[in-house]
C-alpha cells in the first residue's frame, strides 16, 4: 500500500517535497515513481528510482528541477520539486512495482501499486 503526501499551493519558482510512504516488507525490491496528471491530459511519467542500485531515471520536463531519493529504512521515496512552473500543476501519484523492467520504466501500466495522489498546484 503506497500513501502519497505533500502537495500544496506555491507560486512559481518555488518548492515543494512530495513523500510517497510504503507498507509492507522488502521495500527495497521495489522500483517505485512518479507520475503526474493534469485536468484535461493523460498521465505522465515524472521519475522513478529502480530497486535498490538501479539508479534513478527523469522525464525531460523534471530533468534539472526534481530529484527522486528512496530512503529504505523508512520505506519512502521523495520527490523534491524544484524551481516549479504553472505548468507543473497536476495531480502525482506514486506507484510501484516488484517486477519492473528498464524499457517500461515511464509506463503507467508496468506499475501494480498506486498511491492515492497528492495534488501541487502553482500559481503565476
Known amino acids: 500500500q503506497l500513501q502519497a503526501s505533500g502537495g500544496g499551493l506555491v507560486q512559481a519558482g518555488g518548492s515543494l517535497r512530495l513523500s510517497c510512504a510504503a507498507s509492507g516488507r522488502a521495500f527495497s525490491t521495489y522500483s517505485v515513481a512518479w507520475f503526474r496528471q493534469a485536468p484535461g491530459k493523460e498521465c505522465e511519467f515524472v521519475a522513478a528510482t529502480r530497486r535498490s542500485g538501479g539508479g534513478t531515471f527523469y522525464a525531460d520536463s523534471a530533468k534539472g528541477r526534481f530529484t527522486i531519493s528512496r530512503y529504505n529504512a523508512r520505506n519512502t521515496v521523495d520527490l523534491q520539486l524544484s524551481s516549479l512552473k504553472v505548468e507543473d500543476t497536476a495531480v502525482y501519484f506514486c506507484?510501484?512495482?516488484?517486477?519492473?523492467?528498464?524499457?517500461?520504466?515511464?509506463?503507467?501500466?508496468?506499475?501494480?501499486?498506486w498511491g492515492q495522489g497528492t495534488q501541487v498546484t502553482v500559481s503565476s
Open positions: 506507484a510501484a512495482s516488484q517486477t519492473l523492467i528498464l524499457s517500461s520504466m515511464t509506463l503507467a501500466t508496468a506499475y501494480g501499486y
